[in-house]
């Protein structure tokens, strides 16, 4: 099992400089409405160690930052300077004069008790100051995680912002053909590493969410020909059925204290939205329309719903209250809207829209403004937010007999990519920051 007690010390190290404190402002300055941020060219020396993790550790951290479109590593064979100590003070002319503005330079040691001690040091290149300093011990076997810490920590002390680089995805994992295609529950880390199944049932699984707070995730399946909402506990691989309905239940999610899960259940061709308890099992009825309700989405705060609704003729987003109260449309666009999910942070909504024969993911403010379409093609669906609000996972179907790929996208609509996983994914959910 992955583990997540990873121990992080702040390093200040006795005989160097003293730290510096960045100032309040951000080197990157990240505009939702301005699409092509120029990126920030950053050095990322090898690390020091004793063969080749540390070039392996620095690596990633560069991966990550790149992926991000906000930072451009710089190549390394136009290095002047060769890092003989991450301690020392940089010669910063050296790194100035190829247009690094920030370095990063670290090491990765074994401990006596077999742990790893990974460090690294950021630079502002052009003011010759030390920006952060940090130095994390873990296990050998999570060194990829300590390398996607470093790069949320590089990140967050550049742009200002909370990294999302320290996280994973669950998704669904699609083998076999078209006609005959086996679906299992699967997690990855949010570069595509590290992947495992986490079911291994002929049975159809789909929808998979994330709690908020606890290594726990949601997911619809077909076990026994019944449709049934199931919570699996990720560390020990307990299963349990959130409860036995009549008809199916779908699209299941959980509120932002992961104290409930709010789902659609299909009674008589019509289906509602429903929360469930997860202490007492005692269910709230949201809706009651002779429609189909369903994809409901928590705001981050809990005081509202976000659902899709099909009551004024053609799927539509909505908005009510999180107790049902105040049901409006927010989505008056042409075409058709589904799968919305509210942004971690509380301005956004993003959504899957079907017109003129095909399928976009777009974004649109809680009351249905500033609608604005992030990528279009044959089948794209199920977008899913990173924990910062910056960027969104979703699935693409091309035309043909291929299957799904999850692609990522930040929400200016640029620095679309794919994720690559071993075989065909779709219904990507990302998790929160791990602790």
């Known amino acids: 099992m992955f583990k997540t007690n990873l121990i992080r010390l702040f390093a200040l190290v006795a005989g160097l400089m003293a730290a510096y404190v960045a100032p309040a402002y951000a080197v990157v300055e990240i505009n939702i409405n301005k699409g092509n941020v120029e990126p920030l060219p950053i050095a990322i020396t090898d690390f020091l160690s004793n063969g080749d993790l540390g070039a392996q550790v620095s690596a990633v951290v560069a991966a990550d930052l790149?992926?991000?479109?906000?930072?451009?590593?710089?190549?390394?064979?136009?290095?002047?300077?060769?890092?003989?100590?991450?301690?020392?003070?940089?010669?910063?002319?050296?790194?100035?004069?190829?247009?690094?503005?920030?370095?990063?330079?670290?090491?990765?040691?074994?401990?006596?008790?077999?742990?790893?001690?990974?460090?690294?040091?950021?630079?502002?290149?052009f003011a010759g100051k030390?920006?952060?300093?940090?130095?994390?011990?873990?296990?050998?076997?999570?060194?990829?995680?300590?390398?996607?810490?470093?790069a949320d920590a590089i990140y967050k002390q550049i742009t200002g912002e909370?990294?999302?680089?320290?996280?994973?995805?669950?998704?669904?994992?699609?083998?076999?053909?078209?006609?005959?295609?086996?679906?299992?529950?699967?997690?990855?880390?949010?570069?595509?590493?590290?992947?495992?199944?986490?079911t291994n049932s002929n049975s159809i699984v789909l929808t998979p969410r994330f709690s908020p707070n606890r290594q726990e995730v949601t997911y619809m399946s077909f076990?026994?020909?019944?449709?049934?909402?199931?919570?699996?506990?990720?560390?020990?691989?307990?299963?349990?059925?959130?409860?036995?309905?009549?008809?199916?239940?779908?699209?299941?999610?959980?509120?932002?204290d992961g104290q409930r899960v709010i789902m659609s259940l299909q009674q008589e061709g019509n289906a509602n939205i429903y929360t469930m308890d997860l202490r007492s099992r005692t269910t709230t009825r949201l809706t009651s329309t002779a429609a189909i309700d369903t994809s409901p989405s928590y705001s981050p705060d809990g005081s509202q719903v976000v659902f899709e609704s099909d009551r004024g003729g053609k799927p539509q987003l909505y908005v009510m209250g999180a107790n049902g109260s105040n049901q409006h449309r927010i989505s008056f666009g042409d075409g058709s809207y589904s799968t919305p999910?509210?942004?971690?942070?509380?301005?956004?909504?993003?959504?899957?829209?079907?017109?003129?024969?095909?399928?976009?993911?777009?974004?649109?403010?809680?009351?249905?403004?500033?609608?604005?379409?992030?990528?279009?093609?044959?089948?794209?669906?199920?977008?899913?937010?990173?924990?910062?609000?910056?960027?969104?996972?979703?699935?693409?179907?091309?035309?043909?007999?291929?299957?799904?790929?999850?692609?990522?996208?930040?929400?200016?609509?640029?620095?679309?990519?794919?994720?690559?996983?071993?075989?065909?994914?779709?219904?990507?959910?990302?998790?929160?920051?791990?602790?």
């Not at 690094?100 to 460090?119: F, H, K, S, Y």
């Not at 309905?245 to 509120?255: A, E, V």
């Not at 976009?360 to 669906?381: A, C, Q, W, Y």
């Not at 179907?397 to 075989?423: C, F, H, L, R, W």
């Open 130 to 150: 030390q920006m952060a300093g940090q130095q994390f011990y873990t296990q050998p076997e999570n060194w990829r995680r300590v390398a996607h810490i470093i």
């Open 66 to 125: 790149k992926r991000s479109g906000l930072f451009a590593p710089i190549n390394k064979q136009a290095f002047i300077e060769k890092i003989a100590d991450p301690g020392q003070v940089p010669r910063f002319e050296d790194w100035k004069v190829i247009n690094a503005q920030a370095l990063v330079t670290g090491r990765v040691t074994r401990e006596g008790d077999g742990r790893l001690r990974a460090e690294f040091r950021l630079w502002d290149t």
């Open 341 to 435: 999910v509210w942004s971690p942070r509380g301005d956004l909504i993003a959504f899957t829209k079907q017109a003129g024969g095909k399928f976009s993911i777009g974004v649109m403010k809680p009351d249905g403004s500033g609608e604005r379409i992030l990528t279009t093609g044959f089948h794209n669906e199920g977008p899913t937010w990173a924990p910062n609000g910056r960027v969104l996972m979703f699935f693409r179907q091309s035309a043909g007999a291929g299957g799904p790929q999850i692609y990522s996208i930040d929400i200016t609509g640029y620095n679309e990519q794919p994720v690559k996983t071993p075989g065909y994914a779709s219904d990507p959910a990302w998790s929160p920051l791990l602790e």
């Open 162 to 198: 909370d990294g999302y680089f320290d996280t994973r995805v669950v998704f669904v994992s699609e083998s076999g053909p078209k006609t005959d295609r086996k679906r299992q529950l699967a997690i990855m880390d949010q570069d595509g590493f590290n992947v495992r199944t986490l």
């Open 223 to 256: 076990e026994g020909d019944q449709p049934r909402v199931y919570l699996l506990q990720l560390e020990t691989g307990q299963r349990e059925v959130v409860g036995n309905f009549p008809g199916m239940t779908f699209s299941p999610r959980f509120s932002p």
